[in-house]
């Protein structure tokens, strides 16, 4: 069997000298390529394909500026890559300063390296910029710093958010052809009402005879389409606003938004397993880094994306107070099924809670993986079902009137 053809990779990367050097390489893979950079004595910033066409992310002016969990992934594995290889502090924020392409990012990184100039820890500098650097990553650097290890908190950091970013693609990647479907249904149902309804109308006024109860309805959409479609958008844009307003600065509401999340039939279980996944993983990472335990589940349950969790993190946090382990209060909390409390017990008393913690966010990725490709596995044939439905009734509507207009012919 033949081997494959080696791939074309351009690559960004820092000399010995400090100096960022740009190029392209033949190699197997990313990390054949960054191995081969490595071994030139060049510090890899990224390895990218080089000509793929249409699979290139797509970029549009004026969007795309927030500061998202991939960015932050690769900025930790180039800073990682450059306080391992022996770059001042300095200097490799000043890199990183550069090799940003979001706005936000690059500001925030402006800021940080004219603060730690000043003698600000990096920790401090990075926590005056809580939109760009979240409270997670700013605890695991100032482990880092404490710990002297700022490096391996680094690296840490990167592997987790990359997992989480890998994991947020994935879902996305199973959910595009139920959206789009579901989008299409939509368009096609505007198109048939603002378009099609109106022909048939004017040639039911030219044959007479009175419109049935459903074709009277399509015709009514069709009159009030102009001003009701807008006016729906802008109740819909409204309202989704003031949800997230009340969703952010309410906690008491939010709590119960995620209370009922977990609860909902069908997609309650995928956001329990993803709550509990994030919990896991951030837990880990914290604690491997040597953040104290309240302080990491102070942290973590934050970081979860369910207030829920931050809710029991609060009761765990009260029994670890008075000596208990963490196992006890997780027991009595719904959240965590039996799994979860056995598998913290034994890496409690093990010793190696970070591993069971490791391993538990593992399994839940791969649950939440499952689970979403079995949900839109039984999504699509549905909606492919209800755009069938919509464009059939309608249709339906449509030559309704035309066995009233026979049957008047007939007589």
């Given at each position: ?118 003698g600000v820890t990096l920790s401090t500098a990075l926590g005056l910029h809580p939109d760009v650097f979240p409270p997670l990553m700013v605890n695991m650097i100032k482990a880092g710093e404490t710990g002297g290890f700022l490096d391996g908190a680094l690296a840490r950091i990167a592997t987790m958010y990359e997992a989480d970013a890998n994991l947020r693609a994935k879902i996305k990647g199973a959910m595009t052809y139920p959206v789009i479907v579901l989008l299409f249904s939509l368009l ?224």
């Amino acid at each position: 069997m033949a081997a494959s053809a080696p791939a074309t990779f351009a690559y960004q990367a820092v000399d010995a000298a400090g100096k960022q050097v740009k190029g392209t390489l033949e190699s197997d893979s990313i990390e054949a390529a960054q191995q081969t950079l490595s071994a030139q004595k060049l510090i890899p910033l990224s390895v990218t394909p080089s000509g793929k066409g249409l699979q290139r992310e797509l970029k549009i002016p004026g969007l795309g500026g927030k500061v998202k969990l991939k960015d932050l992934a690769v900025f930790s594995r180039q800073f990682a890559s450059m306080t391992s290889s022996g770059l001042s502090l300095l200097r490799a924020l000043s890199i990183l300063e550069d090799q940003a392409t979001k706005p936000a990012l690059k500001k925030a990184l402006s800021r940080v390296r004219i603060d730690v100039q000043g003698g600000v820890t990096l920790s401090t500098a990075l926590g005056l910029h809580p939109d760009v650097f979240p409270p997670l990553m700013v605890n695991m650097i100032k482990a880092g710093e404490t710990g002297g290890f700022l490096d391996g908190a680094l690296a840490r950091i990167a592997t987790m958010y990359e997992a989480d970013a890998n994991l947020r693609a994935k879902i996305k990647g199973a959910m595009t052809y139920p959206v789009i479907v579901l989008l299409f249904s939509l368009l096609m149902g505007a198109a048939v009402v603002i378009f099609i309804v109106p022909v048939f109308e004017r040639m039911f006024a030219q044959l007479g005879g009175n419109l049935p109860l459903p074709t009277q309805m399509l015709v009514g959409a069709s009159h009030n389409m102009w001003w009701a479609g807008p006016l729906l958008l802008i109740v819909a844009g409204v309202g989704f606003k003031v949800y997230r307003k009340t969703y952010r600065g309410n906690a008491a509401f939010r709590l119960k938004v995620d209370g009922l999340k977990l609860r909902l039939p069908v997609f309650g279980s995928l956001f329990k397993k993803l709550a509990i996944s994030r919990w896991a993983r951030n837990l880990s990472t914290l604690l491997h880094v040597g953040v104290p335990v309240l302080q990491a589940l102070d942290v973590v349950g934050g970081t979860a994306g369910n207030a829920v969790v931050g809710a029991a993190m609060e009761d765990v946090k009260s029994a670890v107070r008075i000596g208990q382990a963490m196992s006890v209060p997780l027991a009595h909390q719904d959240l965590f099924p039996p799994m979860v409390v056995q598998m913290m017990e034994v890496g409690e008393e093990t010793g190696q809670i970070t591993d069971m913690l490791d391993k538990l966010a593992d399994y839940y990725d791969h649950e939440v993986q499952t689970a979403t490709e079995s949900l839109t596995s039984a999504m699509e044939p549905l909606l492919v079902v209800l755009l069938g439905a919509v464009i059939g009734g309608m249709v339906i509507c449509l030559y309704l009137p035309m066995f009233t207009i026979y049957q008047n012919i007939a007589q």
